[in-house]
């Protein structure tokens, strides 16, 4: 039986690696290294799966030395923004002929996920690099990236699947993402984009009337912070729920560019990307009718609602374990 090496930081490619591993438990011995204090490891308790993880602190020796006592036969990693450790484990891989396996998420920065434009950014891309979806695929092969192939999205492949459309009420649900540490970490400059998430929900404030609704709650993204949204208005509600319940409880959501408004379009909710400016385009593949620069003509009728589908996207891990 195969040892399967798993590194995530961040909750997006955190999500894709642990529901892969709870759908291919038959297929090998399972380990996922992460850091204590990170976006993963709060997952693996909320799934409740850490007997297969293992602590790590960021550094290259530590790593490579808890790689060598578990022995991996092949390492799969997610691709972030907040750190780069997923290239310690990459180094492991090459030095030891492993195959390795970079997770794509998202839809954006897929080349810089790998150091680009940096000098001889092209030594840290892996032995395959994999999409979560047929947009994901199409856009890393137009960037010529090299490698790709398609392997299950188990975590939204479960999401569909574990959905309740329970009686909704009159909810706006903003999903909110730490867009100026993000900027911050990507460009140095948390405006670079002309906005931050502060902003944004300054304007949805504004126009609340529009959405019809008559509460706003706000799921926090797990980078996220509340003081950020308490400060405009300290009687803010947060969420407590799952993401699914929030969904399903919600009549309209809103958000800038996270995965999660994907998801609750291909359940058949309202969804609106909302990204006032000109610099940033939405890079979650919603109808450009449920992708706004500006509130001010909000028109919710016009919003598209999906139908909803059996999502089938790539291979059974197990078939490629079995033929590498």
Not at 181 to 188: E, L, P, R, T
Not at 257 to 265: E, G, I, P
């Amino acid at each position: 039986m195969k040892k399967i090496a798993l590194f995530a930081h961040d909750a997006g490619g955190a999500e894709i690696l642990l529901e892969l591993l709870k759908a291919s438990l038959h297929v090998g011995q399972f380990r996922v290294f992460c850091l204590a204090d990170s976006p993963c490891f709060r997952l693996i308790e909320a799934k409740n799966i850490e007997a297969y993880s293992c602590k790590i602190a960021p550094i290259k020796e530590e790593i490579h030395a808890k790689l060598f006592f578990f022995n991996p036969s092949i390492i799969l990693y997610s691709t972030g923004w907040q750190n780069h450790l997923e290239y310690h484990f990459l180094d492991y891989a090459k030095e030891h002929k492993l195959p390795s396996l970079a997770f794509l998420d998202h839809w954006t920065n897929y080349r810089e996920r790998f150091g680009y434009p940096e000098p001889n950014w092209e030594n840290n891309l892996p032995s395959f690099i994999v999409a979560h979806d047929k947009t994901s695929e199409d856009k890393a092969k137009e960037l010529g990236l090299p490698n790709i192939i398609a392997i299950k999205n188990y975590a939204l492949l479960a999401q569909l699947k574990a959905f309740k459309d329970t009686k909704q009420s009159n909810t706006l649900l903003f999903l909110s993402e730490p867009t100026a540490k993000v900027a911050q970490a990507s460009f140095g400059d948390t405006y670079f984009w002309g906005f931050t998430e502060k902003e944004v929900f300054e304007n949805i404030l504004t126009c609340k009337e529009k959405f019809g609704c008559e509460k706003i709650i706000i799921r926090l993204h797990p980078s996220d912070s509340p003081e950020t949204y308490q400060t405009i208005d300290n009687t803010i509600e947060f969420s407590h729920d799952t993401l699914l319940e929030d969904i399903a409880n919600a009549k309209i959501i809103i958000g800038i560019d996270t995965v999660a408004l994907y998801t609750a379009y291909l359940l058949g909710k309202k969804v609106i990307s909302y990204i006032p400016s000109d610099k940033r385009e939405c890079s979650v593949p919603l109808p450009q009718s449920n992708q706004l620069k500006s509130l001010k003509n909000l028109n919710i009728t016009q919003l598209h609602i999906a139908q909803k589908h059996h999502h089938d996207f790539g291979t059974d891990f197990a078939l490629f374990i079995k033929n590498h």
